[in-house]
């Protein structure tokens, strides 16, 4: 089993940033991949960033070139550096583990960006 713990979510102004964390711990070794999904009230759980252990990365296109994804090398765990917020961004923060054949989720963490 995979526990995922989050840090990082606030309120923020419009044009803030913010860095996300969430580190993997349990049978972290058999994971895969790590991301990062939100979701805002009324809307689907959606992928913002993805990223695999060996650093190939994946972002939805409202995250791209301000959101950017990363892991530490010396232990399971990523985050995202998430600048230049806006409203939209506002939503529940899930960090994703993969193994080869489940997945895991955080409990989530809250950002909301005001205008």
């Known amino acids: 089993q995979v526990q995922l713990v989050e840090s990082g979510g606030g309120l923020v102004q419009a044009g803030g940033s913010l860095r996300l964390s969430c580190a993997a711990s349990?049978?972290?070794?058999?994971?895969?991949?790590m991301g990062w999904y939100r979701q805002a009230p009324g809307k689907q759980r959606e992928l913002v960033a993805g990223?695999?252990?060996?650093?190939?990365?994946e972002y939805t296109d409202s995250a791209k070139g301000r959101f950017t994804i990363s892991r530490d090398v010396a232990k399971t765990a990523v985050y995202l550096q998430m600048n230049s917020l806006k409203p939209d961004d506002t939503a529940v923060y899930y960090c994703?583990?993969?193994?080869?054949?489940?997945?895991?989720w955080g409990q989530g963490t809250q950002v909301t960006v005001s205008s």
């Open positions: 349990g049978s972290s070794f058999n994971i895969k991949y």
């Open positions: 994703n583990a993969r193994t080869l054949n489940s997945y895991y």
């Open positions: 990223i695999t252990f060996g650093k190939s990365t």
